[in-house]
């Protein structure tokens, strides 16, 4: 899959004391943009079913360089694989090209009552490649 690019600008609220953008933030960019990539294929009004939710089941995050105040990011988001209840992302932040972070992470789809696992909506699979 072509990764979905989202631009993001680096705020205030996103930076410690010194300025740089503080690690967990970068989290938050990357979860934008998975939602964003749900968006944009066709998924958007489904994303608040009240049937399921997706919660994060593990992230490997890298940090390579920071990001400051002001900057202007692009995060990008690609399925690399999909299970029967879960997908993998892969994931980076860069600042023109350069890349900052990156990593994979894991998104389960749970039954959002009991919180257990439970297979993608068919709604949602048959919006994403092979």
Not at 25 to 42: P, S
Not at 69 to 75: A, G, P, Q
Not at 121 to 127: I, M, N, S, V, Y
Request: glycine share 4%; aromatic share 10%.
């Amino acid at each position: 899959m072509t990764p979905f690019r989202l631009p993001v600008r680096v705020y205030i609220e996103d930076t410690d004391a010194a300025g740089i953008v503080y690690y967990v933030n970068y989290l938050k960019f990357m979860e934008r943009a998975r939602t964003e990539l749900l968006r944009h294929i066709g998924f958007g009004h489904y994303l608040h079913h009240t049937d399921y939710l997706f919660v994060v089941r593990s992230a490997n995050i890298r940090y390579r360089r920071p990001a400051r105040m002001d900057d202007t990011l692009e995060v990008t988001a690609a399925i690399l694989r999909r299970g029967r209840a879960s997908m993998e992302f892969h994931q980076t932040v860069e600042r023109n090209g350069e890349l900052l972070c990156e990593g994979e992470l894991m998104i389960a789809c749970v039954d959002a009552i009991h919180l257990k696992p439970r297979a993608l909506p068919a709604r949602l699979t048959d919006l994403l490649p092979d």
